[in-house]
């Protein structure tokens, strides 16, 4: 119940303009993510958001050729806005633990800023997977707490913030390699600056506009990849 007041107060601000976010350098950044971390074209895929929020990458992943879009969320407000906002795709209200599908019904599995949320994250995780066809690709993403600016306000806000988990690339890689139906294919991270840190951005961008993409396309290049704020990794079902 905690949770579920938690996610309904804050919805309103977990909604965007997502063709516009898009343009922005934080929605560049983690479209990059995206791109990295997936094929070039799943034309006629089945897609899953496990924890969607407001559905900001719902147009995103139409774009790139998805036949069905489903969001799942535990928050009411969260689902309306992105039915609202995505009424191509379908809207279910249920718990990441116990998903309402069956086995092996979707070819790719997005779960994005969730599983930091859970106590036992195993559990989340084999229930995440059992809907994932052999062969299916699973995102994960959660907060990394190798970017300075993002653990600065983690620890000011930490009463706020019903996390459970403060990982930084190694857990997450290890969680999906302890898994033994999931292979680890890629890791990357977005936004290495987040929140207020976006000044640096802002005025850069000020000087020559083209400096958060040249941001955006930089961060996702070693060394920096390993210090966004948000962090990915990818993998695949093998059985």
Known sequence: MKRKAYWDKHA???????EKYYTTYSGMSMLQSFEKLLPFNFSGAKIIDVGCGAGRYFKYLKAKGA???VAVDTGERLLLMCKE???FGEAILADAQNLPFKDESF???????????????????????RILRHEGILILETPNYLNPFHTFYKL?????????HWWGPWNLINLVKRNPDL??????SSIIFPGQSMIIVSIGSR??????????????ALPLEYFGHLMFVSAKRLK
């Open 12 to 18: 309103k601000r977990l909604r965007v303009d997502a």
């Open 207 to 220: 000087l020559y506009n083209k400096i958060p993409a040249l941001i955006a396309n930089l961060e996702h």
């Open 85 to 87: 906002d995505n009424p």
């Open 156 to 164: 000011k806000h930490r009463r706020q913030l019903l996390w459970e």
């Open 107 to 129: 070819d790719v599995v997005i779960s994005m800023g969730l599983i930091e949320h859970f106590e036992q994250p195993d559990i989340m995780l084999k229930e995440v997977v």
């Open 183 to 188: 292979r680890f294919e890629k890791f990357t």
């Open 67 to 69: 036949s069905l879009l």
